[in-house]
Structure formats: C-alpha cells, structure tokens
C-alpha cells in the first residue's frame, strides 16, 4: 500500500517538475527591466547642456513629463526622434533629455540635424547617474505623472505602437 | 596524551593563520557579485562592455561614499530587479533554495543510518 | 546526388534499420523457443547501422570540408576563410551537427556493447539494445523533424556566417566531442538498466557488462570538463575557469553521478548488493544528461554557451525526456524488489556509501540551484539569479569531511574493518596543520573555511601518498589507478583552495605612459602597437609588470582583436604562467576616451589545477586498461 503510495507521489513530482519546464519554455529569457512602474524616481542631478552651469534635478518634473535618453553616436535613437518630434508638436507634454556619454558637439549637431524636440536637456558623461533610473542602454525612455511617479517604461527606440500608448497616456 | 597534545599545539598555532575575512578586496567582491545585464553569463568584474564599466563606476562611487556592501546591493536591487544580484538574497521566496540541498544531505543521512541500522540490530 | 541528398539517404536508412532492429528484438524476446545464442541476425543490423550513420556524420563533415553552403548548417557555422581545423570542428559546433553526433555515438556503442558482452545473458542483452534503439529512434526522430543537419538553403549562398572567432580554439574544437563520448555514453548503461530490469540479470556479472563503460563515459566527461575549462581561461579573459554557469553544471551534473556510479559498481561486484541503487545510478545518469542539454539547448536559461535558443527545440527535447524520464520510473518500480543489506558500520561498503551520499548532495546543490530560476519565474513572476556565491557557500565547507573520507576509505576492509592504527591518522593530521601552517606563513592568511580545506586537502594526499610507499613496498600494482586519482582530486582541491585565496586582482583605468602600483606590484603601460593577424586587425598593449618582493620583471601583452570579416571585437589575455602563478593581463578601450580599462590578475599554482585534473583523469585510463588485461 505505501509502495503504491510512493510510486504515485514520484510520478506526481516528476510531473509537477516537467509541467513547470514546459510553461517556461513559452516564457522570454531575455531581461526584462525590473517593474519601476509605480516608484517615485530618485531625485538626480545633471548638467544642463545650454553650458551654463545649470542643473536639472526632479524638481523640474511638474507635469506629466517623457524622459528620453539619447546619444549622438546612437543608431536606434535617431529612429525614435520623430516621434518626439511629433509628441512635442501634438501634445503639451513636457520632454526632458538625457544626453548619455557623449559628446557636446556632437550633440548638438545631432540636434541641429534631426530636430530639437526636447524641453530640457541634461548632460551625463560617464552614465553614472543613469543609473538611478536603472538604465543599462540607450535608448530608454520614461513616462512620469506630475507627482514624479513613474508611468510606463520603454526599452529600445519608441515605434508607432509606443507613441499611441504615449498619446493614450497623456489623455488621462 | 602526548600526541593529543601536539594536535592541540598545532590547532592553536594555526590560529595565527585565521583571518576574519577574505582577503580580496571589497570592490572586487561586489563587481563579482554583479551581474553584466548585457551580457550572457559574465559578472560584472569579468566584463567588458559599457555598462560594466558603468556599474563599476556607480559602486566605487558608492563605497566611496561610505555606503555598506548591503546598500549598494539594494540599490541595485531596487533598479534593476533581483537579477543583478548573483548571490540569491535570503528571503522567504528564497527560503527553499537554501533548505532543499541541506534536506538531500538530511535524507541521504538517513537512509544511509537505516540500512546499517537493520544489521547491527540482527 | 548531392550532399544533401546523400546525407539525408544515410540517416533515412539508418532510422529504418533502428526499426528493424527494435522490431526482431521484440520478436526475438517473445518467440516461444528459449533464446539461447544471441540473434546474428541482429549483430549484422548493429553493424550496419554503425557503417551507415558514420557514413552519414562523414558526408557532413565533407560538406564543411567543402564548403558546400547549399546545406543550411554549412552556411550558418562556416566560412571559406576558416582555417582547416576549424572547418572540421565546425561540424559538430552547431546543434544539427552535434546531434548527428550524439546519435552516431549511441549507435556505436550500441555495437560495442553487443561485442563486448558476449559471456552475459542473452536476454537482457537483447533488452538492452532493444532500449539503446529506441532511445535512437527518438534522437533520429527528433533530427528529422526538428534538427537536419542536411536541409538545404536556396539559392545557394556564396560565402558562409560562420566566423566567430571565439569558436576558433583547439581546445573548444576538442571539448565537445570529449563531452558527448562522457554524458552520451552513458545512454548504453541507461539501456542496460532497462535490459537488466526487464531480463532480471543481476549483481555481479551486471556489475561487469557495464564496468568498463561506466569508466569510458567517465573519463571522457572529466577530460571534457577539463577542456572546456582551459578554454575558458586562455580564451574568454576574464582569468577565472568555473563560473557555475547553466552549461558548466549541465556537465557536472553527469559526473557527480558516474563518480558514485563506478563506485557502487564496486561493492555490486565485490559483495552482490546495492543493485537497484546501482540502476537508479544508470537510470539518473543519462537522464541528466539529457536534461542538461535541454535547459542549454532550449533558450530556457540565460548562459555563455553560443549556441542558437530555439523554443520548438527545447519542446521536442522535454517531450523525448519525459518520456524518457516517466516510462524508466515505471520500470523501475515494476520491477523492484527489496533488497536486504547487509553492512558493518565500519566497513569499506559504507566509505563508499559516504560518497555516493556526498555525490548526491553535489548534484542536488547544483540541480537546485540552476532549475530554481525557472522554478521562481514560473510560479512566482520573480527572476532571481543564482551563481558562485551560492554554489560556493553550499558545497565547499562539506568538502572537507568529503576529503577526510576519502583519506581514509580506501584502506578499509570489505565487510568488517578494524582501525587498528588511529595512531597513523593522528600523524598525518598533524603532518597536515603544519603544512598548512607554512601554506600560511609563505602566503597570507585565510578564513577558518580555508584553512580547513587545505588541512584537508593535504591530509588526502599524505595518507594517499603513504598509502602509494606501501604498495610499492609490497609490490602491489592493482590500487595504482586508485591512488592517482585521488593525489590528483586531492592536488586540485589544494590547487584551488590556493588559488582561490591568495589571487590578487586589480581593476584600474591607465593612459599609455602612465603606472600604476599597489600591493608588491607596478605595473607600467608602455605603449600601444596596431598588429595584423590572419584575419584580424589588433591593438597589442605592451606592459611592464614590475614584482617587487622578488625583484622580477615581465612583459605582457594584451591585445583588442577586431576580426575582419564579422566585425566582432574580442579581447586577448596575456598570460605568463610558472610552476607557482600565472600573470594575466587584459585590456579593453573606453569609449570616447584615450584611457584604457585594465584587469591584472596573479593566480597562484593555476598548472597545478590543468595537471591535477588530468591526473584524475589518467587514474581512470590506467584502471580501464588494468581491466582490460
């Protein structure tokens, strides 16, 4: 009787273990940011890029804002850039700009280029400071509401899907 | 008693050889405890690439400013997810982690116990 | 007819004599008249079904050879440029490559085995092949569906994808087809578990029939996992050799089971007892191997090894190792029996129970510890990690009763031993503290945990080295094999232990001209050199490692490799290696910078570590061809 009990309660584990591996082979292994929605972001400081010796810190976060980091030698990035062309043009969301290890002059050419969507700009040479937003590329890009908290996180360049979440978002 | 004795001297003369920590550097044991979030399987000490140099930064700085190992894992934590962290923090989520394998010894134990048992009992 | 076509005819007639062969094994094993010489008829189909899947694995390796890029793998892992060797080696570096692999090695000892087993029983031999074809079956099954290495590509590429550089190294060329003889192998005593089961042949001579794969399957694993460490070291830069990583545990798993294997099989011989625990062994083994490759293969962990994540892969290799998995358990318990066990507590059976129970707590650590992700993703929505710290903190302090056992172990007597000299135990232990104390004195101090390991360590080899000064003594060869294997485990726990403690590495960023120094060294960036190789392009760092204490001098030379054809970027150590450490070196640019990140490491006795792996391994070599007489 107990053998019987036994030979059951094996299979039952085997089972149990082989059902979890095939759920999780429908499952992307790849990292996926940790879930920061919901969290209040850090308070951080960056240099203005105007050269003024300006900083922007979360103070200037008082409405519903988009915070993009971007770079110069970034391909992805200039993928991205209508469409905050386009949200600064449709909406009165306000865009702050992380230029992430770069090159001032190259930014600004960058810029020049491809169109100044941004309200703000900060500077962040080495990536450090980045971190606060748990950022580990470029581009990222996050939605805060006015209380700083944030709303949604966006890895790799927006597309067209994105930017409708974005629109939807502001709505609100 | 004499040779008890001499084991006693040694045992006691290798306290001279105890240290309370390891000897490798803070920095270096947290880099190692890092995961590389762009990478496939590296530490963050191991690494070479631009965010491992980044995190670099972010810890030095850190112990810098005098924050303990816990904090700055915390703090990583708290950005990136578990993940980033190799050594699977204590928790109740955790807990089997670290019970299953002392269990398997448990049970080996006494398996073992029990089958020498049914001879010595004949 | 092309390459395509004729590989696909090979493998075609090879699964059509697997079905043959499982057919007339069934109609062998239920026809009326007593089986009493094994079929011919089945030796002829073995045999032919080796000559014709070798044949199929060598119109592959032509096909690389070649370079024909008509077929899909040749075109996605090989390139005209690749040197020779590596062309060859690309053949089995890929997944439809490796699996042609892993199937021609269960049809050739398959046929070995049938050859090599001729004075045991009829019956359960047939079982055995019997079960070794259909696990055949389901790896051919699952090549033609899922994995061919023949499927074509059209229109015919002219140059191949395959050219990672990182893949371009003797020792990765080596180490797979190492592996696959080691965890593959151990499908032929998977089936005779199955066979023994079913046919109720038992103890000792079951014990013989498997003895000498159970040693072949070993080795290769230990020279395998050996192998793929070097490489790490020499080849990924980053200094260390083991890193627990999902596909270095998915080898060791295997091992930590043949090593408990071969160890029961010798009290199965010796005294006819722990049979069903020597079947789970067999059963466990292969099982885990084919488990390994699937959490590598399937995409379902993230790890280092490079090859290609696909999810219908993964499915195919759970459903054949579900199978595999649930039908052994009923077998098994079908066909158990209790078993009446009859050991003295001291006794050589009981060291040798010690190490299987050590063995099975090894591998439930590291099993737990690579499926536990999966476990908390799925149920939990939760992604942790688990590495070294972990797997460290676990296993290493139960090393050192481990390495006391195995000091005293082989000395016992079968049946019932009697220490009659606690004295020699107490000597050798002393002799060890005061090693361990010069150990100390010459370099640094060390936790508690790492002073026991060495003391324990050394305790091994000088009760194993006197154990070797009596035999020569007494003239005595057979415990030879015995001896080094474990001088050799004991030198690489010592090894380690050293290495792991006394390391130095420093991480720092230098411009060229600058120096920098701490602890005894100073280390000078000289300069930088734009270098041509075969087919690349590399920036080699010249630096000057200055060690104070004794007043040496090296020069070393990182180098950042961009290869030409892929545009990959590596970075080479420079490792200048003695008797007592190795100095290594790596550098990597800063972006947007004229600084250069720099990781100096000093690993103590790291030869120590390659040589005292291969000793183990030569322990096995030795007692193989010791049997063999």
Not at chain 2, 39 to 47: E, P
Not at chain 3, 204 to 225: D, H, Y
Not at chain 3, 407 to 434: H, M, R, V
Request: glycine content about 6%.
């Amino acid at each position: 009787m107990s053998k019987k009990i036994g030979k059951y309660l094996l299979l039952a584990l085997f089972f149990f273990i082989l059902t979890i591996f095939f759920l999780a082979l429908k499952n992307d292994p790849r990292y996926i940011s940790n879930d920061l929605i919901g969290k209040k972001i850090q308070n951080f400081k960056f240099k203005k890029l105007n050269g003024n010796n300006e900083n922007l810190s979360h103070n200037d976060i008082n409405k519903t804002t988009l915070i993009n980091f971007w770079a110069s030698w970034c391909y992805p990035c200039r993928l991205e850039h209508k469409y905050l062309i386009k949200l600064k043009q449709n909406t009165n969301v306000k865009i702050i700009g992380i230029n992430y290890k770069d090159d001032q002059e190259n930014a600004q050419s960058f810029l020049q280029e491809f169109l100044n969507p941004y309200d703000l700009i900060g500077v962040d040479n080495d990536g450090v400071e980045s971190v606060k937003f748990g950022i580990f590329g470029i581009p990222e890009t996050f939605i805060v509401n006015g209380d700083k908290i944030i709303l949604k996180k966006f890895i790799g360049p927006l597309n067209q899907k994105n930017y409708q979440e974005i629109i939807n978002i502001i709505n609100k | 008693m004499k040779k008890i004795f001499f084991i006693y001297l040694f045992f006691s003369l290798n306290s001279l050889t105890v240290q309370a920590n390891e000897m490798s550097d803070l920095e270096q044991k947290i880099f190692k405890n890092i995961r590389c979030l762009v990478c496939q399987g590296q530490s963050v000490a191991d690494s070479n690439s631009e965010f491992s140099q980044t995190i670099k930064l972010v810890v030095k700085d850190q112990i810098g400013k005098g924050r303990s190992e816990t904090e700055i894992y915390d703090f990583l934590v708290d950005k990136y997810g578990e993940w980033i962290i190799y050594d699977p923090l204590f928790s109740t989520s955790n807990f089997l982690l670290w019970f299953l394998p002392y269990f398997i010894l448990l049970v080996g134990g006494l398996f073992i116990f029990f089958i020498l048992k049914k001879k010595n009992n004949n | 007819m092309n390459l395509s076509n004729f590989g696909n005819l090979a493998i075609f007639s090879t699964l059509l004599i697997t079905l043959f062969i499982i057919i007339y094994s069934i109609k062998f094993l239920n026809s009326k008249d007593e089986i009493l010489l094994f079929p011919n008829k089945l030796i002829m189909l073995s045999l032919f079904q080796t000559t014709i899947s070798i044949t199929s694995f060598f119109s592959l390796l032509i096909g690389f050879i070649i370079s024909d890029f008509s077929l899909l793998s040749v075109y996605q892992n090989s390139h005209t440029l690749k040197p020779i060797f590596y062309k060859i080696s690309g053949t089995w570096g890929n997944h439809e490559g490796s699996m042609l692999l892993w199937i021609n090695i269960m049809i050739i000892f398959a046929y070995l085995f049938i050859v090599n087993s001729r004075n045991a029983e009829t019956k359960y031999r047939i079982f055995s092949l019997l079960a070794q074809n259909v696990l055949i079956f389901g790896f051919l099954f699952f090549l033609f569906a899922n994995s061919n290495p023949f499927s074509l590509i059209f229109p015919i590429p002219k140059e191949g994808l395959g050219l990672n550089p990182i893949l371009q190294d003797p020792a990765l060329a080596i180490h797979p087809p190492l592996l696959y003889v080691g965890f593959v192998g151990s499908s032929i005593y998977f089936s005779a578990a199955i066979g023994s089961l079913l046919s109720n042949y038992k103890g000792k001579a079951f014990a013989n029939s498997i003895k000498v794969w159970v040693m072949t399957s070993w080795i290769f694993q230990t020279l395998g996992i050996t192998f793929g460490s070097i490489w790490a070291y020499y080849e990924l830069g980053w200094g260390g050799f083991w890193f627990w990583d999902p596909v270095e545990n998915a080898s060791l798993m295997p091992w930590f089971v043949m090593t408990a294997l071969f160890h029961s099989l010798l009290v199965l011989e010796k005294r006819e007892t722990l049979y069903y625990w020597v079947i789970i062994l067999c059963l466990l083994t292969f099982t885990l191997s084919v488990t390994g490759t699937f959490l590598v293969r399937s995409g379902i962990l993230n790890s280092v090894h490079t090859f290609a994540n696909d999810p219908s892969r993964g499915l195919y290799i759970l459903i054949f190792l579900s199978i595999m998995i649930i039908t052994s358990t009923i077998i098994f318990l079908n066909n158990f029996r209790r078993e009446k066990y009859n050991f003295f507590i001291n006794s050589k059976e009981t060291f040798i129970l010690s190490n299987n129970w050590f063995m099975m707590f090894y591998l439930g650590t590291v099993l737990i510890g690579t499926v536990y992700p999966i476990f908390t993703e799925v149920l939990n929505n939760l992604s942790i990690s688990v590495g070294p710290p972990y797997y460290n903190s676990i296993i290493i302090p139960l090393l050192i009763p481990f390495l006391f056992l195995m000091a005293i172990g082989p000395q016992a007597k079968w049946i019932k031993n009697e220490f009659k000299k606690y004295i020699n135990i107490i000597i050798i232990l002393a002799i060890s503290i005061f090693a361990n104390l010069s150990i100390s004195y010459l370099f640094g101090k060390m936790t508690v945990l790492s002073n026991l390991i060495i003391i324990s360590s050394l305790f091994l080899i000088s009760y194993t080295l006197i154990d070797l000064v009596n035999l020569i003594k007494r003239k005595i060869k057979f415990n030879i094999a015995r001896i080094i294997s474990h001088l050799g485990f004991g030198f690489l726990i010592l090894s380690i232990g050293i290495n792991y403690n006394f390391s130095l590495e420093k991480d720092f960023n230098l411009k060229v001209g600058d120096q920098k120094s701490f602890d005894d060294f100073n280390i000078r960036f000289i300069s930088i050199n734009l270098n041509e190789g075969a087919n690349y392009k590399s920036i080699v760092g010249k630096f000057k490692i200055t060690e104070n204490s004794n007043l040496s001098e090296e020069n070393l030379y990182p180098e950042i490799r961009i290869y030409n054809n892929s545009e990959m970027l590596t970075h080479e150590a420079s490792i200048k290696s003695d008797l007592v450490k190795d100095l290594y070196l790596t550098m990597s640019n800063i972006n947007r910078s004229d600084l250069y990140n720099i990781k100096f490491q000093k690993k103590p006795f790291m030869i120590f570590i390659w040589v005292s792996s291969i000793m183990i391994c030569c322990g096995g070599i030795i007692r193989l061809i010791e049997k063999k007489k």
